[in-house]
């Protein structure tokens, strides 16, 4: 093996909330949240071992590409992670680059993990999976990009490229989870700011897709006069 580091595609990948549903289940008793990481984490179990590598971390999970061309499939298992989150009923914040990386026993020296974590820490900042765009600008003009743009996989707003995780085959049950996550935390939120606005910018997300449904309304009142709401 060589000691050299090699350019991987790395994900940071963070579980929003995680304090509070811990200290639901020290309060209830209960191990609930445990139970919903590993069963949000099972996606992961049928992942190539020989081209991805990940590991999980309290509320932390790395995940690693050493294949430079399958960008779109590294970004079709973070989209089936994010859901089985979702579906788990919690929200995840991520950061996706390309950059250097050397893993062995026990020593992890990357560049790319640093720099993922910088995207997920101070960029994401909503539930959302950022993509570094110095990796899109990687692809631009390559025979790759069109696939890219075809996959329907990354979403931009404000100059962010980011993790589309919507279609029209799922976009019922990714609002049905979301609005049961804003439900859930709704008592909590009042005067909390910071945590609000993730559930306000995912509602935004899912009624600016294509694949809304029209019968759908909207969880999340609408600003109101005072005494008039």
């Not at 999980?56 to 790395?62: E, N, R």
């Amino acid at each position: 093996m060589s000691n050299d580091p090699t350019y991987v595609h790395a994900a940071v990948i963070d579980v929003l909330g995680y304090r509070q549903r811990l200290r639901e289940d020290r309060e209830s008793g209960t191990l609930t949240f445990k139970d919903e990481l590993q069963r949000a984490l099972q996606t992961l179990n049928n992942v190539n071992e020989a081209v991805y590598s990940y590991q999980a971390i309290s509320d932390t999970v790395i995940l690693t590409c050493s294949n430079r061309d399958e960008l779109v499939d590294f970004l079709q298992v973070l989209k089936e992670i994010e859901l089985a989150f979702l579906e788990e009923g919690l929200f995840i914040r991520g950061g996706v680059t390309y950059s250097q990386h050397f893993k062995s026993s026990n020593v992890t020296y990357s560049h790319a993990v640093a720099r993922a974590y910088e995207i997920e820490s101070k960029i994401a900042l909503y539930p959302r999976i950022v993509i570094d765009h110095n990796t899109i600008q990687m692809f631009e003009g390559s025979e790759e990009f069109s696939g890219l743009v075809e996959s329907e996989l990354i979403c931009v707003l404000n100059g962010v490229y980011f993790l589309n995780v919507l279609d029209k085959n799922n976009w019922n049950d990714v609002y049905r989870w979301a609005r049961g996550l804003y439900e859930h935390d709704k008592d909590s939120l009042q005067r909390n700011e910071i945590e609000f606005l993730k559930h306000s910018w995912f509602e935004n997300y899912l009624f600016d897709s294509l694949y809304v449904v029209d019968n759908c309304q909207r969880y999340i009142a609408n600003i109101g006069l005072m005494g008039k709401i």
